[in-house]
């Protein structure tokens, strides 16, 4: 009887959703976002055309998609809660600075942070799921170290979170200096000096 | 005798520089970066394409020249030297935040942050005139800051300007909250913090 039984449509569902995030970061990567087309994904995942429109709007859509399933598997956006308030977060900033300077990221990400400048829609969905719960998780994570008295009960953590993440990103799109782990771990030892009590 | 003679061709070169410039300025803010061609600017400026060509090698050129002779009618790249160090960074810091919120700039000055991420060329221009000139000011800045005792002497300066410049670059280029002068004072308010003895 089994054998006469189809492929269970959800994973091939699944099958395929991985294989068009893979094909749609391998083209991004290997010849630019303006060049890669939807066409170009779906043959590459060796599915329909029709099976990437039925999933995503746009072709930034499946970029999107794509990049928040890389991140997620490296981040998982949650902070280290050791007790050690400076080493939970050069681990967070490192993990940043590695997924920034990580080929397989870089030019795919890149390209959404330019495609947001002109897509309202896409913009907000980035502030909710790639920036938000980072941004999140670290003010979480400051929290509670103003809780336990570590830093300063008063500090707006808005403006903190950005004194560690800012530089970063300042780095990365203006294209001043190299992202690095040494980097991340230099941002955080000052602005821990700005935070503590 | 003067009736006969010419107009004056410096005269006349800057009058029609000055034309194209702000030409491009308003054609980006009106109808975006992408849609915007030397043909149209040269229209606009009521000069021939030629004029355009034989000054600029790309329309993103003529864009940067533009945007740069913006940002140096404002800032003009210094940074007070009071003796309040605090008073003086608030004071750059304010004039970016207004600079990155000016209608005239925004468009503009983020199409280049997106051209540079294709272009070596440009990136090479805008680091050196466009951010580099605002990030050597303001190490000067602290570098007598920190000779006259005002903040640590072992402070990386490097590290610390992006603690200034990082956080309006990231809420502008990254959408993820508002650029406002009140920020400004915040982000220096915390990396006075960092930076003091």
Same mark, same amino acid.
């Given at each position: ?121 896409? *913009?907000? &969905?980035?502030? %909710? ?5 980072? #941004? +999140?998780?670290?003010?979480?994570? =400051?929290?509670? *170290?103003? &809780?336990?008295? %570590? ?5 707006? #953590? +808005?403006?903190?979170?950005?004194? =560690? ?33």
């Amino acid at each position: 009887m089994s054998e006469a039984r189809g492929p269970d449509p959800t994973r091939r569902s699944e099958r395929s959703r991985t294989a068009i995030l893979s094909a749609a970061i391998e083209l991004v990567t290997e010849s630019g976002y303006a060049k890669t087309s939807i066409e170009a994904i779906a043959a590459r995942a060796g599915v329909g055309k029709q099976t990437i429109y039925r999933w995503w709007p746009s072709k930034a859509a499946v970029v999107f998609d794509a990049v928040l399933d890389l991140t997620k598997g490296q981040q998982g956006f949650s902070v280290l809660e050791t007790g050690d308030l400076k080493e939970d977060l050069k681990q967070v900033l490192r993990a940043t600075a590695e997924e920034l300077t990580n080929p397989r990221m870089d030019v795919s990400f890149r390209a959404l942070a330019l495609e947001i400048q002109y897509d309202a829609n896409l *913009a907000s &969905h980035w502030r %909710e799921k790639m920036l938000g719960p980072a #941004l +999140d998780a670290t003010k979480d994570r =400051l929290r509670s *170290a103003q &809780h336990s008295g %570590e830093i300063d009960a008063d500090l707006d #953590l +808005d403006v903190a979170v950005e004194l =560690l993440y800012g530089p970063l990103y300042h780095r990365w799109l203006l294209q001043t200096a190299p992202v690095s782990v040494e980097h991340a771990d230099a941002v955080v030892d000052l602005a821990m000096r700005a935070m503590s009590r």
